[in-house]
């Protein structure tokens, strides 16, 4: 993928600093590939769109990530990290048109959960709460359902438990990417838990010490050359490092 310029970097900054969770992650990966906007990548599989940020991620710090967590039972840090190659390899996985779900006499028409998706439900009220928010998703992908005694349900609702419960497996299987999660184990406690991995947020961070790495490296150039912060920008890293060597005494 190509390499974000300094100006890149500031202006995601700018534009995300405010944004929903969500709308930063659709905004973070269309940055990645300038034909891609936000909009067509809202209507993507969710396992698209973290591919574009594990990419993203790799090109401006490398493949490994380090978290850290809080142990649900003691209280301690947990620290813990993954790396993009194996995730990215993920994203072969990914199932665009799925087929319909054959279980318990019913006939499932489906898609995978999007981003759209994600930012739909989010405005909908209860949707903080864990089971109301999966109900609402779930009901958003359920596009038919037919019943072998021509019965049929018309939301996912309706549904009985375990036709509800083969479905999301059936989501996890066809889109892998879409909620990844990560099985640790507390070294204090020894307690054992899974915690989410937010690619978003990985991304989010970097930009976010990019930025101010970038907003300081434009003050001492402009205080001591006189420069534009466009005049800056438009230098290449490894000039405007000199640049910066230079002012602080460490390039005679």
Excluded at 146 to 155: K, Q
Excluded at 184 to 190: E, T
């Amino acid at each position: 993928m190509r390499v974000l310029p300094a100006g890149e970097v500031l202006r995601l900054w700018d534009e995300c600093q405010n944004a929903s969770p969500n709308g930063r992650a659709l905004a973070l990966a269309a940055a990645v590939d300038g034909g891609i906007g936000s909009a067509e990548l809202a209507d993507r599989p969710v396992g698209r769109v973290t591919a574009l940020l594990l990419r993203l991620r790799t090109a401006l710090a490398g493949p490994e990530m380090y978290a850290v967590v809080t142990c649900p039972d003691c209280g301690q840090a947990v620290e813990f990290q993954a790396a993009t190659g194996p995730l990215l390899a993920l994203e072969d996985k990914v199932v665009d048109s799925p087929p319909p779900l054959l279980h318990g006499g019913h006939e499932v028409t489906w898609r995978s959960p999007s981003y759209g998706d994600l930012l739909a439900v989010a405005e909908q009220p209860g949707a903080a709460d864990p089971d109301r928010g999966a109900a609402l998703l779930l009901d958003r992908c359920v596009l038919r359902v037919r019943h072998e005694e021509g019965t049929a349900p018309v939301t996912a609702a309706d549904l009985p438990e375990t036709v509800r419960e083969a479905l999301s497996e059936a989501m996890s299987t066809a889109d892998p990417l879409a909620d990844v999660l990560v099985d640790l184990r507390c070294p204090d406690c020894g307690s054992e838990f899974t915690a989410g991995f937010d690619a978003a947020a990985f991304v989010w961070a970097e930009v976010e010490a990019r930025a101010r790495h970038l907003l300081l490296d434009i003050d001492a150039l402009a205080r001591s050359y006189g420069w534009s912060e466009s005049d800056v920008l438009a230098l290449s890293e490894p000039r405007r490092a000199a640049y910066l060597r230079i002012v602080t005494g460490e390039l005679p």
